[in-house]
């Protein structure tokens, strides 16, 4: 171990040359250093959860999103309880922190002004035209 030192010490210019020859070496490729801040671009597309988050993101305008779905049990949906159980929950749902509550569509949001059905179920569309 000593005689490494020593030589360190004695070549000591041809060491700080190496040192930085190496280090220009390696500052060279960072040129091709590619950050990727976007997981999504690494992740195998034709797995199945990879799939659904796509068709979510799709569908929704966005990955960060949450569908919530009540149903009765007996009967039609259009029931006070019910109707208050859906107006509980959006309420909560705009309190809670990192929502945007602009974003909340729902039977009870403020901003949702046309509500029809079709075959499917109920369709619920904001002042700006949008529906979910």
Do not use: C, H
Not at 56 to 74: D, H, L, M, V
Not at 89 to 98: F, Q, R, S, V, Y
Not at 107 to 120: D, F, H, P, Q, V
Request: hydrophobic fraction near 40%; glycine fraction near 8%.
């Amino acid at each position: 171990m000593k005689s490494w030192i020593e030589n360190i010490i004695k070549y000591r210019k041809l060491t700080i040359v190496l040192v930085l020859l190496i280090t220009a070496g390696l500052m060279s490729q960072l040129r091709g250093l590619k950050v990727t801040i976007d997981a999504d671009d690494s992740l195998p597309q034709n797995y199945p959860y990879v799939i659904t988050n796509n068709l979510i993101e799709k569908i929704f305008g966005s990955k960060y999103s949450a569908a919530i779905g009540i149903t009765e049990k007996e009967g039609s949906i259009y029931n006070p309880n019910l109707l208050a159980k859906v107006k509980r929950i959006t309420d909560k749902l705009a309190d809670a922190p990192g929502v945007v509550k602009g974003n909340i569509n729902s039977l009870a949001a403020r901003k949702s002004k046309a509500i029809t059905g079709n075959e499917e179920g109920t369709i619920v569309r904001s002042n700006d035209g949008e529906g979910s």
